[in-house]
């Protein structure tokens, strides 16, 4: 057998898992874009980025499977070959759902990466370096996506958004030459597994029916036929997709692994960060765009500080994860989080830029310290055959957790923006003082470039209802922090309670 050179290895795993997760958040800037391009409002548009994630977790599930049939090398240069094609093909598109589907496959190919890269790094090194190497190698995970927003503001505002879609395929050229030189080859020692083509139907069909009935509810009425049909239909399919895996010889989920508490903990936590996470990756960018009127690039150079962050913070995390209880560590980092969420729930039209980055870069410390002892707690809690299974388990409940993060918080924004939109039209009366002020003095300043008082008075109603626009939608993403700030320190709860200092082992 070949002998493996964990540093090649390491560094072509995060170069392809930088680029791959980067893409996922680097159209978040663009949502304003494509809303405008597509003529599709936010409760669609948000498929662009729920897309790539609800494959993405699809994915993680083939890639047991493919690694055991045909080998870590010619499986990880074929996914970025297959999600460089995609996006050359999703540049070119001109509709929104084949833009979606160029996203669902560039996902799919994401997907089967994350897992494969995470365990051949993992079993790459001895038990006692895998700590520092978990910190270097969560880098790309926390880092990839906290830099896409900004790279992806620089290419709309010097070219336009469409190039999103390829703009990392001469690094995808780069991974696999490395990959060709430093990933390992099929083991001929390992036994070749079946692919459980019905369950990966059903888990599949489960997670895009609860994606589509919660945007469907939020369209259409949650109290409706077909909205009930498809969350019912998600329960069911899941319901069954469990009963096949606890009697399939060839499982895609090894449901083994919850037998051991520390990997239920992790799991737990997983779902609640990667919801977190991208969540917050999803609304900071269309917040500063459509409440404080920022370019994309602003918006995305308002996201460096905390990647700059995540780099310095990770490689500290990565010692800390073997000299202290992990449970301690991702506790503190959740809270971290969890806080910045708290204070970014006060920003609004007024707010300073730097004041904005400097509190998400604060959450980005916190970010920084769950994922290497996340990652290190999870696989340190399971048997050694089950490792390459923990690491492709734990990356599905982490996606699955963004796919519906990023869902909920879309819904969550667009229902209280029509709330508190009519809240406010509500209070605005003849009888409303201040707004009978404001509207005198809006149409006195307007008379004064030559409009009419007739003229001035409807216009200074128009603005004013543009106005209350931009209120409603700054509380409504102030909510979606505070909502973000819930599920954390529900994480560190859960923290406290379910993790245990000695492994189940």
Request: contains cysteine.
């Amino acid at each position: 057998m070949t002998k493996i050179n964990p540093l090649g290895l390491t560094i072509t795993a995060m170069i392809a898992m930088i680029a791959m997760i980067m893409t996922s958040t680097m159209v978040n800037v663009a949502i304003p874009n494509i809303m405008g391009a597509f003529g599709v409002g936010q409760d669609q548009a948000h498929w662009i980025s729920t897309g790539f994630l609800s494959t993405m977790t699809a994915g993680m599930l083939l890639n047991g499977w493919l690694v055991a049939t045909f080998g870590p090398r010619n499986i990880f240069i074929a996914s970025l070959t297959f999600f460089s094609i995609a996006g050359v093909l999703g540049q070119y598109v001109s509709s929104f759902e084949a833009a979606v589907l160029a996203r669902f496959a560039q996902g799919l190919c994401a997907g089967i990466i994350q897992p494969l890269a995470l365990s051949t790094v993992y079993l790459a090194y001895p038990p006692a370096q895998r700590g520092v190497a978990m910190g270097w190698f969560g880098l790309g995970i926390v880092f990839g996506p906290t830099i896409g927003p900004f790279l992806g503001g620089l290419i709309i505002d010097q070219f336009e958004w469409r190039l999103l879609f390829s703009a990392t395929v001469p690094i995808m050229v780069v991974a696999a030459f490395m990959a060709s030189i430093f990933m390992p080859g099929r083991d001929p020692d390992t036994k070749p597994v079946s692919l459980n083509v019905i369950s990966f139907i059903l888990i599949f069909t489960s997670i895009m029916l609860v994606l589509n009935g919660i945007s469907s509810g939020q369209q259409n009425g949650w109290n409706t036929d077909s909205v009930f049909i498809m969350l019912f239909g998600a329960i069911v399919a899941l319901i069954i997709f469990l009963i096949r895996e606890l009697k399939s010889k060839s499982p895609l989920l090894q449901l083994r692994l919850f037998r051991y508490r520390n990997y239920v903990a992790s799991a737990l936590i997983a779902f609640i960060f990667g919801a977190g996470m991208f969540g917050s990756l999803y609304i900071i960018p269309v917040l500063v765009q459509t409440i404080q009127g920022f370019s994309a690039f602003k918006a995305g150079l308002m996201l460096l500080p905390g990647g700059i962050v995540s780099m310095i913070v990770f490689p500290i995390a990565g010692r800390l994860s073997t000299a202290v209880d992990p449970s301690h560590t991702i506790a503190v980092g959740l809270a971290i989080f969890g806080l910045s969420c708290w204070l970014l729930a006060d920003i609004g039209m007024l707010t300073g830029f730097w004041v904005i980055a400097l509190l998400v870069a604060f959450g980005r410390i916190g970010l920084g310290l769950v994922m290497p002892s996340l990652n290190l707690s999870s696989m340190n809690s399971v048997p050694g055959d089950l490792v390459p299974y923990a690491a492709g388990t734990l990356n599905f409940i982490r996606m699955t957790g963004a796919s519906i993060g990023v869902s909920v918080l879309a819904i969550i924004i667009d229902y209280r923006t029509i709330g508190h939109g009519a809240d406010l039209l509500t209070t605005q009366t003849p009888d409303n003082t201040p707004t009978v002020e404001t509207l005198r003095m809006i149409s006195q300043k307007l008379s004064h470039l030559g409009l009419s008082a007739d003229e001035g008075s409807l216009a200074a109603i128009s603005y004013f209802k543009a106005l209350l626009s931009l209120k409603a939608q700054e509380l409504a993403f102030q909510e979606g922090h505070v909502a973000l700030c819930i599920l954390f320190m529900l994480g560190v709860i859960a923290t406290t309670l379910l993790f245990r200092r000695k492994s189940d082992n």
